[in-house]
């Protein structure tokens, strides 16, 4: 049972414009997402989170949208640059429990130039 | 540097072989995990250490897998009589509270 979904493996997007990356999750106890950047033969790097009393943050072309009644989180880069190019994982956390994050399958962004 | 790093960075072994994999996390932080990523698939958590507490080996996929992780430190990973599914890359991560750091990975190849 798949706590965290990423329901798209790839995205392909025009440089210059906006990606938009989706991730749902079933699990209301959760109240602290993130979302990690992967290239190639690298490990995952944190870029931005969001606590569930938020439902906005925003840090330079990165912004992550919560929809806590939907549960739903975007992640939306704008404007895609081709080193934006990587795979993408969402992550949500239950902060009262041991500190493990349940990950999504990760979603490849390419932009294309 | 101040990261997790991991060794070796590439492992080839022959199938029904044991292997070591190392992490060696940031210094101070109290929990490290192990993730591993086989071709095309996220990640899937293995086992998770956190401070002094018995270790969450809910995620290692059989008894072929064992890590330890000695002074609350450096871990450990190993795969004993090494299957062909075992190949993937195994990540190392720590944390100190929610974000986890990651390290580069060691990619195991079982021919």
């Known amino acids: 049972d798949q706590q965290v979904k990423q329901n798209s493996p790839s995205l392909s997007v025009q440089e210059g414009r906006i990606s938009i990356l989706n991730c749902d999750y079933t699990n209301s106890m959760f109240d602290y997402f993130l979302w990690y950047k992967k290239y190639p033969a690298e490990g995952p790097t944190f870029l931005i989170s969001i606590s569930s009393i938020k439902d906005k943050n925003e840090d330079g072309r990165f912004t992550v949208f919560l929809n806590k009644s939907a549960k739903h989180l975007s992640l939306h880069i704008v404007p895609s640059q081709p080193g934006d190019s990587a795979v993408y994982f969402c992550a949500a956390i239950f902060t009262d429990s041991n500190y493990q994050l349940i990950w999504g399958a990760g979603t490849k962004l390419i932009i294309k130039p | 540097g101040a990261g997790v790093s991991q060794s070796p960075s590439n492992k080839v072994t022959e199938k029904g072989k044991d292997v070591e994999l190392r992490c060696d996390p940031i210094?101070?932080?109290?929990?490290l995990y192990w993730y591993r990523q086989s071709l095309g698939q996220g990640l899937e958590f293995l086992i998770y250490f956190q401070g002094n507490s018995a270790p969450d080996k809910s995620g290692l996929p059989s008894d072929r897998f064992s890590a330890e992780r000695t002074g609350g430190s450096v871990s450990t990973l190993t795969i004993q009589r090494t299957q062909q599914e075992d190949s993937a890359v195994y990540l190392c991560?720590?944390?100190?509270?929610?974000?986890?750091?990651f390290g580069p990975g060691t990619r195991l190849t079982v021919l």
């Open positions: 210094s101070g932080h109290t929990a």
């Open positions: 991560a720590s944390s100190l509270q929610v974000e986890q750091f």
